[in-house]
């Protein structure tokens, strides 16, 4: 009988029957041990907390190589080299001489690679410019969140200075006083508008009665910075959140010390001089010449090479007009082998039959078999499996700046993008023409492209810090057919800025009159008109904080 109150689908979540597993039986002064470090010390499920991260993945790997259980590991072979000492409520073993000479431990015994996977870094990048962001942001395996220009205003300074990224080749150059006046005209531009857009807001979208005074505000601002963000040069501060592993963190140091972009390189040493604070074994190859050296020295080799050589038969072409999302690529059969991999598991044939069979079914039992698979989808967040990522789509895109750093973030995907430059035009945002400030969007864009222009000859990267973010530039993104589900359903709902919606519903009409079943399955692509994009978002935002503090 299941308790009464309790939703059947509850049962076993909230209790678990102790009976079904073996349950590990440790002394008194060995539960007084572990009890700091393990959130139980019965169930066969259970976190590791206040260890250091060396720790954990000295632990974990050792732990791949053992009989014993994890608590029982700890107790034989690793407690005796942490410092237990002090207060135990708070803090697990700071001794972190002694968890890097376990770690080395494990590093000649096992290999380092495995282990760097499991030992993971909180590590925040503050003053990185939009261009610097990029670089930060892509690798697959790590997580991600930056500062916002649609929610956040960047009328406001920073010490006592715009916030924009200053090169030091620029300023020591002839280019120098030029650059920072040029910068901080497009920041006055923007500041000077912020304010007239937002009346312009106030009085086209009047508050709604049942709306709160914080919810309109939240509405109405994220409105205004919409329609003016586009001002914003690519060398615009911004924040970024970095969680991952010691790996993945090894690989980003790496990549930005080989990259062409002064920031990025000499960004990579504050990386890194962080991360030694508390991962350091973990980045013990970067500096050796023969491995992080020699990584460096093959990624800036191919980038070169590969840039000159593409440069010499590239030289005089123009361009094309072309659509804002293009298919470039996908697989006519596409839908036939996704239909197969969803069949594949509940057969015992080969997936050679299997496609075969599907290709002699009639189109109802072929959508009778998606139907399935996919299921009643309560809300986007219910995805079908991965018999979707048995086909792929390759997209060339031609949008604003603006958009793709929001686009460029989904990381289960590939993504190339060429460089920033003013060459492909800019659309003036709707908003701005009705609240009359185009003309003045229009000058801050023509200063932008000239000043671009001037710098390029000289220095071909650092000019892309003066181009405006409304700016258009082209990148791919080549996706599975699970992940053009995420994307174009998160990625088109009524919060979303105008311009990746768009993108996003250009995706998924594409994708769908290829392989219609597969369209029809992202049912949650929204294809609405919202003038006040957040709103819906901010009122939903505000019922959870309600429902929370009763």
Known sequence: MKPSGIHPSEVGRRYHRPSMYAVERFTDEEQDILRPYFTNLDLPVFALVNLPEVVKGALFARYSRSDKSLRRLFLDEFVGDLDVSGDLSFDASVGLQRAEQL?????????????????????????????????????????????????????????????????????????????????????????????????????????????????????????????????????????????????????????????????????????????????????????????????????????????????TFFVDDAPDPVSEVVLVDFDPEGEDKVIAAICYPHTHLSETQVLDRVQRMSGAERMALVEAYVGTRENRRHKPGRAFERTNYRFDV??????????????????????LTPRHGYDTPPALSEAGTENAFAHAMERSAEFYDDLAPTFPHEASYAVALAYRMRYVMQMNAREAMHLTELRSSPQGHATYRRVAQAMHALIAQRHPAIGAAMKYVDYGEYELERLSSERAAEARRIRSNQ
């Open 103 to 311: 770690y080395d431990r494990v590093f000649l015994e096992y290999g380092d690679d495995s282990v760097a996977q499991l030992g993971g870094v909180h590590l925040a990048c503050e003053q990185a410019s939009n261009l610097l962001t990029k670089v930060l942001e892509w690798g697959r395996l790590m997580s991600y969140l930056e500062q916002s220009t649609r929610y956040i205003p960047y009328d406001t300074t920073l010490s006592g200075r715009f916030r924009y990224f200053r090169p030091p080749v620029l300023l020591g150059s002839s280019y120098g006083a030029r650059y920072v006046g040029a910068m901080d005209t497009m920041f006055e531009t923007y500041k000077a508008m912020l304010p007239t857009m937002m009346e312009w807001a106030r009085e086209k979208y009047p508050k709604a009665p049942t709306d709160s005074d914080f919810v309109y505000k939240q509405t109405i601002k994220a409105k205004a910075c919409d329609a003016v963000r586009g001002i914003l040069p690519a060398a615009t501060l911004s924040n970024v959140g970095i969680y991952g592993s010691g790996q993945a963190f090894e690989a980003l140091v790496l990549r930005m010390r080989s990259h062409a972009l002064p920031e990025a390189r000499d960004y990579a040493e504050l990386v890194l001089d962080e991360l030694r604070k508390v991962v350091p074994s973990f980045l013990s190859r970067i500096d050796r010449p023969e491995r992080g050296g020699a990584w460096v020295k093959y990624l800036e080799a191919t980038r070169d090479e590969t840039a000159q050589l593409a440069a």
């Open 398 to 419: 031609l949008g604003d700046y603006g958009a793709f750093r929001d686009l460029q973030r989904h990381r289960m995907l590939t993504i190339e993008w060429q460089s």
